[in-house]
């Protein structure tokens, strides 16, 4: 279970590659709202924060790779240069 736990926690670690990438690529994030960005990101924050007294580590590793992901469409959504 521990093993699909881990699976789990890095797959959706990464679903917000394509996105972040994309950004980055064209350096602004104009089609994502700031709705889905302020509730995806304190959902993270939150969630995090609950978790890792837990020593939950496929979960904190979950929750700190999306606050990365969430960082960088978050600057290219002030500061796009395009």
């Known amino acids: 279970m521990q093993t699909l736990g881990w699976i789990g ?13 994309k950004s980055y690529k064209d350096k602004h994030s104009d089609g994502i709202s700031w709705g889905f960005l302020f509730l995806w990101g304190f959902g993270e924050l ?34 796009p240069k395009g």
């Open 9 to 21: 926690s890095i797959m959706l670690a990464i679903c917000g590659l394509p996105q972040a990438y």
């Open 46 to 79: 939150f969630t995090l924060a609950y978790i890792v007294p837990k020593f939950d580590y496929p979960l904190i590793l979950n929750y700190s790779i999306n606050l990365i992901f969430i960082g960088i469409i978050v600057k290219y959504k002030f500061s």
